[in-house]
């Protein structure tokens, strides 16, 4: 009983409660974007190595879409690492 008298003055007080707490998903890992990145810029990628159909119907669109993914996967994994640094200094203070 008394517990859940401390749970409540915390929540009033606006104490996060362990239990309260969201729980975590893939979507908060910072590397989960640039995964997607990656895997998208492969896929343009084998487009236009193997000269697939849609690499023929539409070119340009497989060389931009590899481009800006390649170049969005490598800003977002270098964002990622520095998080992942950050936080780990963080952790060792």
Request: hydrophobic share 40%; proline share 6%.
């Amino acid at each position: 009983m008394s517990d859940d008298r401390e749970r409540d003055e915390a929540a009033r007080e606006g104490e996060p409660d362990e239990e309260s707490a969201p729980a975590s998903t893939p979507f908060d890992n910072p590397f989960f974007l640039p995964a997607v990145l990656w895997a998208a810029a492969l896929w343009f990628g084998w487009d236009i190595v193997t000269d697939a159909e849609a690499y023929q119907n539409s070119p340009l669109f497989n060389q931009g879409g590899l481009a800006v993914t390649s170049v969005l996967a490598i800003y977002f994994t270098r964002s990622a690492i520095m998080e992942k640094r950050a936080e780990r200094e963080r952790g060792s203070d």
